[in-house]
């Protein structure tokens, strides 16, 4: 995949590998970061986010390909003198030492005079409120507490970039959606480049200024949170960000709209698409939950309409989630619908005949 090049680039790698025997756990991936960006990585366990983000700190070494970090190549060039610092899932941080003793552990090196040393230390504890904890031991913390000691250990010693290794992953739900707006706020008052890895999309999307989807090795597309919702390039990543319904077909004419026979549903019209599409290829039209909506009168022209049965339908307090079997169609197709004043009552008993309609321009055109 091509990326633009950027205006202040502090990441960038071209056609990173990693070998493990057999098994490309990065297969060539080439992309950059910039400067002061809170970038994810996003991919299902196993597809190579923590190998890349090892070779970024230099806990691993590509078997091809080069990483260059604020302008340096980094072959060969050791973890401890590389612009990063590395938070772990699990709360990687001293059990027999207190507070202050584990984020001034990264200090020692540097040697700084005391008050110096004293001064970063209280800064890095504020920035992860954690002030008045200073002497508490690592078994007198909470999960969450411990993984905030862990950040500061790591913003202590002012890297340029930050790796951050599914670090909420380890804590429960509400804590971690506390911890998220936390760690935003966090990265955007020191600046430092976040590099983050997460296999939940919705922590991905919350947080980040950019997202790479990943799969097995390979970056499929990256993002917005907006771009990859919206204009998914394949049908892995729309499956992956959110729902998506998918109609399966064979491209019949291509002009200012894309038209696709769509077998016993019949022709779908969507806008043209950016992918290089040919007459006779077969495609899906991607439709998301919330485009679609209930027909109940006559279709207005430039409509698509497909006809099925209520499977279910679930009441979520400010909108409604209906699931419709349509025959030709293999997965319920799910439609979302938002509550005004008016609707909220149900559309239809499960059982019964419903059509459903989006307007053209509402598709995405993926080849399948
Ligand atoms: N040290 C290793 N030796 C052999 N295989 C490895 C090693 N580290 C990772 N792998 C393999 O590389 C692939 C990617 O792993 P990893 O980067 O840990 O994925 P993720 O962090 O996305 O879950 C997996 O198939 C994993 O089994
Ligand atoms: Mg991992």
Redesign the pocket.
Known sequence: MMTEPMADTIISLKDVRRD??P?A?VDGVSFDIARGEFFSML?P????????LRMLAGLDQPTAGSILLDGQPMAGVPANLRPTNMVFQSYAIFPHLNVVENVSYGLKRLKLARAEEKARVDQALALVKLEGYEQRGAHQLSGGQRQRVALARALVCRPKVLLLDEPLGALDKKLREEMQVELRSLQRSVGITFVF?THDQEEALTLSDRIAVMARGKVLQIDTATGLYERPYCREVAEFIGTMNLFAGRVTKIGHEISVDAGSIGTLRAPASEARISVGDAVHVAVRPEKLSVLTGKARTGTNVVTGKLVASTYLGDRSRYLVQVPGVPAPVSVSLQHDGQHAAGVALPGSKINLAWPASAGIVLTA
């Open positions: 493990f025997g098994v756990a991919g366990s196993g597809c190579g986010k923590t190998t890349l890895v």
